[in-house]
Nanobody, 123 residues
């Protein structure tokens, strides 16, 4: 059974940092992504990383967030620095076995999803 379990969310002041983790079990994945969703909005792409370590970021997190993975642990991380109130959302980890040859930035490119973890940034 495939499971993606996120952790690391919470409440932080603007300018602070959080590190999200997503532990996968049941399968090895080529591509991991992080998405986020606020009430009343569509799920939006945050960052992705391929098996070979290629990374992709949404423009609004470049320079602030870093995605990384530990293949031995089947875990992907999202280090979030310089957090802003507008970063408040539920953050979802996603995984897929496809080794995409273009940016894996669409939700439809991922087969498996975690349950989400809340990130709240206070001003």
């Amino acid at each position: 059974q495939v499971q993606l379990v996120e952790s690391g969310g919470g409440l932080v002041q603007a300018g602070g940092s959080l590190r999200l983790s997503c532990a996968a079990s049941g399968r090895t994945f080529s591509t991991y992504g992080w998405f986020r969703q606020s009430p009343g909005t569509e799920r939006e792409f945050v960052a992705a990383i391929t098996w070979t370590g290629n990374t992709y970021y949404a423009d609004f997190v470049k320079g602030r967030f870093t995605i990384s993975r530990d293949n031995a642990k089947n875990t992907v991380y999202l280090q979030m620095n310089s957090l802003k109130p507008e970063d408040t959302a539920v953050y979802y980890c996603a995984a897929d076995q496809t080794n995409w040859d273009f940016a894996p930035s669409a939700p439809s490119q991922y087969e498996y999803w975690g349950q989400g973890t809340q990130v709240t940034v206070s001003s």
